[in-house]
């Protein structure tokens, strides 16, 4: 496969962070997806959110596994790490790199084949043990490397590009994000770019593990009437939760804002932020509620996007091992492997 290298040089005008990187800085190489596919907006939401965020694209570790999806990370943060996975092995890998050197941000891209199907135990355990990542599921509901077969996420009676209706029941990743004691859910519309960012930057920033299922439709396979990940009908049947911004951490700015109200809010940089209460009944800190909201908006056809659920306090798995705040790997050999005293004592504790 020949692939076509951007530019490197930039036009000197071109706007630059805090850390002094332009947008550029954090692209990759030019895409081969199919024109108009959804993954290449969530890229273009991906690098957004990182150069927003001022994140040098050296501390990134981005992993993925097989499909559309998982060729994506060559498509942003060229000057990342980088490992493509096997398939539906992402979130093991990425486990053990992140217990490795805990110092990275790690960004972990799936598709809905890869974490619904081959990948969806591996999935699960990445959820309930708490790795600190911002997970990413690019869903577009078929097997698109493979002419267009249902995934495990398409839903009940929707219909394929030659007219099959699907007739089993999908897994809907975000319930079991939440159901699995993932600490940040939200979902995301490819074709939406103002929601999808903000998400993206508070995953990034997020202290647990942080889950975004994200519909993106097929242009070749999954974009037709009858199909429920097309553009027009996510449009169509799109009730969002809230309209989000985030905020790097600063000096507290506080806002009054009655249910329904615009309020214009000064940022630290100058800039106005609009904000527009809406939901009012809507607690993105009660799992249960969450959970309970999307399944009755689900059971009337609408597709829930937005920030679904957090906690402020989330904690990872380094904090449930007690692991060393020191990156296993600057340790040393005589630290690693402290000798048979040391090993002996463990072995008591646990008699």
Known sequence: MTYIAKPALHHP??????????????EGKISTLCAGCGHDSISAAIIQACWELDIQPHRVAKLSGIGCSSKTPDYFLGASHGFNTVHGRMPSV?????????????????????????????????????????????????????????????????????GVVNTDSPVDLVALALQLGATYVGRGFSGNKAQLVP??????????????????????????????????????????????????????????????????????????????????????TDRNSAMAYMQSHHARGEILTGLLYVDPLATDLHTALNTTARPLNALDATELCPGTGALAKINASLR
């Open 13 to 26: 005008s071109l706007e630059k962070n805090r850390v002094g990187y332009t947008r550029r800085d954090y």
């Open 199 to 284: 998400l993206i930057k508070g995953a990034l920033s997020h202290g647990g593990a942080a889950f975004i299922d994200v519909i993106s439709p097929c242009m070749a396979f999954n974009n037709h009437p009858g199909s429920t990940k097309s553009y027009d009908y996510v449009r169509e049947h799109n009730e969002s939760v809230s309209r989000i911004d985030f905020i790097t951490p600063r000096e507290e700015i506080t806002a009054s804002i009655a249910p329904g109200e615009v309020v214009d809010v000064r940022q630290h940089d100058g800039t106005l932020l609009r904000l527009r209460s809406l939901q009012p009944d809507y607690d993105p």
């Open 94 to 162: 990425l486990t053990g790199a992140n217990l490795a050197n805990r110092d990275l941000l790690y960004l972990g891209v799936s598709g809905d084949g890869d974490s619904a199907s081959i990948g969806l135990g591996q999935f699960a355990h990445a959820m309930r043990r708490g790795v600190r990542m911002a997970y990413i599921v690019e869903n577009n509901g078929v097997y698109g490397l493979t002419k267009g077969q249902f995934s495990a996420t398409a839903d009940s009676g929707s219909k394929s590009k030659k």
